[in-house]
């Protein structure tokens, strides 16, 4: 039964709109996602740019001679060509056992340069304290640092940092209920209760009634195929189906620290009158300074010798007050005019906030006003 649906569904897929979203760019499927995990290693052969007599190395240096049979103490060791770091990976879902997966390698300690370095081998747990990969291999470093003897420096990009591509050989597999699981869930990026409506309508018109069940406004459930053999396709045909996402809410998108102002389609604005003006008082603080002088009569000689400096002030004040710029808002206004409202009396990023602030405040702003 379920063959022949598959083969309907290739049929019916195509002809859909070309303005529609895919299913796999709305959504994702519970379960299938990518595992972060990370690891505490050792870098050496730097070009004395590690660690030096850092007392973690040293310690870490003599951890991995000691498993090698060899007996030293860390004071004996010097970590000025290693470097402790810490590794990160992403594992990709159904990633199996001997695959590779790219790795970056940061600094922990005080090292100022992995140029150069070879990463030892490194288990890369995850979440729940479980090894999943072990990672080891030759550095790939973009950045560059130099210093001089007479203490200047100079550093290129971040030289403290890292990878090596395929660096990590996956050990464990992660468990995911794909095959297992008697239902598919695909939870929305976004959550809205008329787009997971119209993705399960999508599906049944496609699989029949009953196939996909929206079970709120962020989850959809998809009864999967009994045959593990056909999840697959089946997935693939179900992630292709194209779907009209339902307009988003009204927002207003304020970055309080660039001035950026981003305002979707749907944002409408009630009626209201917006008065647009500024009142400029301009203050110029100035001085003027005469040269005094002192009288002075002895008989009939009158001698007049230098004083004091007089200072007198001397301030202007300038009030610019333009016109105050009125327009008003007609009910059901929409984005491009109330764009081209604003910009029509010239106001600047922050008079545009303000003012849509204000609207916000007046109840005539028909959006959610968002400020980050």
């Given at each position: 039964m379920?063959?022949?649906i598959l083969i309907t569904a290739l049929m019916i897929v195509a002809p859909f709109a070309?303005?529609?979203d895919r299913i796999k760019d709305l959504a994702a499927v519970a379960g299938v996602r990518s595992n972060p995990l990370v690891g505490y290693g050792l870098v050496v052969g730097l070009a004395g740019t590690g660690d030096g007599n850092s007392s973690l190395t040293q310690q870490s240096m003599?951890?991995?001679?000691s498993r090698l049979g060899l007996e030293t103490t860390a004071s004996n060791l010097d970590a000025k060509n290693a470097a402790a770091v810490m590794v990160t990976a992403e594992m990709s879902p159904f990633l199996k056992p001997g695959q590779v997966m790219d790795i970056t390698v940061s600094t922990a300690g005080k090292a100022?340069?992995?140029k150069g370095g070879t990463l030892l081998m490194t288990p890369l747990m995850g979440a729940d304290g479980e090894i999943y990969a072990i990672a080891q291999g030759n550095l790939v470093v973009g950045g560059l640092g130099v210093e001089g003897g007479d203490g200047s420096s100079l550093v290129v990009n971040v030289p403290t940092v890292g990878r090596i591509p395929g660096g990590a050989t996956v050990e464990r597999l992660v468990e995911t209920p794909f095959l297992e699981s008697e239902y598919f869930v695909l939870n929305l990026h976004r959550n809205d209760f008329s787009t997971s409506n119209r993705v399960a309508e999508a599906i049944n018109n496609i699989f029949g009634g009953g196939m996909a069940l929206p079970l709120d406004g962020t989850s959809v459930r998809v009864r999967a195929p009994a045959d593990p053999g056909q999840r697959v396709s089946f997935m693939g045909m179900l992630e292709s189906i194209e779907v009209e996402p339902a307009e988003p809410?009204?927002?207003i998108i304020v970055n309080s620290r660039t001035g950026t102002v981003v305002i979707n389609g749907n944002v409408r604005v009630a009626p209201a009158a917006v008065t647009h003006g500024s009142l400029t008082v301009r203050v110029n603080e100035d001085v003027n300074v005469d040269q005094g002088a002192a009288v002075v009569a002895a008989g009939d000689n009158v001698?007049?010798?230098p004083g004091d400096p007089?200072?007198?002030p001397?301030?202007?004040i300038q009030v610019d007050q333009p016109a105050a710029q009125a327009f008003l808002f007609d009910p059901g206004i929409s984005l491009s005019n109330l764009v081209d409202a604003i910009n029509a009396v010239g106001a600047s990023s922050a008079d545009l906030v303000a003012i849509l602030e204000a609207l916000h405040h007046a109840g005539a702003l028909r959006a959610e006003l968002i400020i980050i």
């Open positions: 379920f063959r022949k070309a303005s529609a003599q951890s991995i001679i100022k340069s992995l809410n009204a927002k001698i007049v010798a007089v200072v007198t001397d301030t202007n």
